[in-house]
């Protein structure tokens, strides 16, 4: 009888440590998750300033072309 208990106890100590690693593999489950949609934000983000810079650059150079044509259409008038 007193072994049934001590293997019980065992039992129900394997039983807590499995649920235990159960519980932290869906914590790093979890926080996987979180470092990839926080990565893919940053990078969306990112990409998106990149796009408006481009997007700036190319009007100030549309607006020198334009400058330039401009001056160069007085000067011939």
């Given at each position: 009888?007193?072994?049934?208990?001590?293997?019980?106890?065992?039992?129900?100590?394997?039983?807590?440590?499995?649920?235990?690693?159960?519980?932290?593999?869906?914590?790093?489950?979890?926080?996987?998750?979180?470092?990839?949609?926080?990565?893919?934000?940053?990078?969306?983000?990112?990409?998106?300033s990149l796009r408006e810079s481009d997007y700036e650059d190319a009007m100030e150079e549309k607006r020198?072309?334009?400058?330039?044509?401009?001056?160069?259409?007085?000067?011939?008038?």
């Open positions: 009888m007193n072994k049934t208990k001590d293997e019980l106890a065992v039992a129900e100590r394997e039983k807590r440590l499995v649920s235990k690693k159960r519980r932290l593999a869906w914590k790093a489950v979890l926080l996987s998750l979180i470092a990839i949609i926080l990565c893919g934000w940053i990078y969306f983000n990112n990409e998106i020198a072309a334009k400058s330039l044509y401009e001056d160069t259409k007085a000067e011939k008038e």
